[in-house]
């Protein structure tokens, strides 16, 4: 059989402020997955000094870091991304933003069997 | 028994649905996503300018059904399901949708099997949390002179504003179009704004929902319609049938760039501010053809 690939577009021009958190999204028939955060611009404040996170969660509603951090992209056109192997079922990207920072925001996930 | 119908019957996958003469989709999401995406709304220049109604989707999930009490409970047939997830907010919606155009203006049938939670995040049944499921078409006759795009919509309402209300409801307007950007080539209209929906006679039903928000049982809907006529035949969900011939879909003047278009799309709504999810296993879409 031919491996599944699938792109999920997960948040799509988004305003990411304050604790942001990306929607659950459940993929545990991908065996991988590359994370891809791209700054869509609406940039305000210093959002380049955000801790942004993947998160796995056993039930899509519990959440624990990953252990993948991401250079937060804090220009229009900027992406970030990580790899990721054995991450069971649900995955999501939170990031904690600096006060008075935000910016528009497209999460991307590209998945494989 | 005609050998056709036998050789259906004897197919475990086919078993459970009555399709038309022609199978013209048979989606089973044990092998993927089968062409269902999320539906993106129209814009031009820049993504600000599409509609919030659309803003708000999301991609489509294939699911295990995971459940935090009692791990997977898998979906009809094998593991994955096609899962609809909507934000966790009073009103919001998600839809996904298959694109094909069609070759023969006749009969077709939408067949699929369905059930629906609210996220479980309360030690409730939650039975009032999910406002709505549904489905429609968006149709296109073929190219010519006084064409129309045609979108008969249905949904089970479940719920509205805490009110159990359990009833099928259909639609026969959509908003006004609005012209997006400057290039005078693309439009929008929000057609499932939550007005204009209305009940179909007698069409009440209680569908079973089990007792906790982590036990599903799987519904069966059928849907009849004509793409000569462009109106819609006959609707059955488990053991009840309706006669839906009087029902108007919704009808607006061709686009100049959809013709034959055959959409499947299909919908969620959340009644409270907790994510609705809507699960399909398997979907057949076929057609009385040669």
């Known amino acids: 059989m031919m491996r599944q690939c699938v792109t999920a577009v997960v948040s799509r021009n988004e305003v990411w402020s304050g604790k942001a958190a990306s929607e659950p999204y459940e993929c545990g028939w991908a065996g991988e997955a590359i994370v891809w955060l791209r700054c869509l611009g609406a940039v305000k404040g210093k959002p380049g000094a955000a801790k942004a996170r993947v998160q796995i969660s056993p039930d899509g509603m519990r959440w624990v870091d990953e252990g993948t951090k991401l250079k937060f992209p804090a220009k229009e056109g900027a992406i970030a991304h990580a790899r990721l192997t054995n991450f069971g079922n649900f995955l999501r990207v939170v990031a904690d933003m600096p006060k008075g920072a935000s910016a528009k925001m497209l999460l991307t996930l590209t998945l494989k069997e | 028994m005609d050998t056709l119908t036998a050789m259906r019957l004897a197919n475990p996958k086919l078993s459970r649905f009555s399709p038309m003469s022609r199978i013209i989709s048979f989606d089973d999401f044990d092998d993927g996503f089968c062409g269902y995406t999320q539906l993106v709304g129209n814009y031009e220049h820049t993504l600000d300018s599409m509609l919030a109604g659309y803003a708000q989707h999301t ?172 109106r819609a035949i006959s609707l059955q969900c488990n053991d009840r049938q309706w006669d839906v011939s009087g029902v108007d879909p919704i009808v607006i003047p061709a686009m100049r760039n959809l013709w034959c278009m055959l959409n499947i799309c299909f919908f969620a709504e959340a009644d409270t501010d907790k994510r609705a999810l809507f699960y399909l296993d398997s979907v057949c879409l076929s057609g009385e053809f040669a």
């Open chain 2, 59 to 230: 991609h489509p999930q294939l699911s295990n059904l995971a459940n935090w009490d009692s791990g997977t409970h898998g979906s009809f047939d094998g593991n994955y399901a096609l899962k609809l997830q909507t934000r966790p907010k009073r009103g919001a919606q998600n839809v996904a949708l298959k694109r094909l155009t069609f070759r023969e203006p006749g009969p077709i049938r939408l067949e699929f099997y369905f059930t629906f939670k609210p996220e479980a995040n309360e030690l409730r049944l939650s039975e009032t949390d999910v406002r709505s499921i549904g489905f429609l078409y968006d149709l296109q006759t073929g190219f010519e002179k006084g064409g129309t795009r045609v979108m008969p919509h249905v949904r089970f309402l479940n719920a509205l504003d805490g009110k159990h209300l359990q009833k099928w409801q259909t639609k026969s307007r959509t908003t006004a179009m609005l012209p997006l950007g400057t290039e005078g080539k693309t439009v929008t209209h929000y057609h499932l704004s939550p007005t204009d929906w209305e009940d179909l006679k007698n069409g009440e039903q209680k569908l079973c929902y089990n007792e906790i928000p982590t036990k599903v049982n799987w519904h069966y809907v059928r849907y009849d319609f004509d793409l000569r006529t462009m």
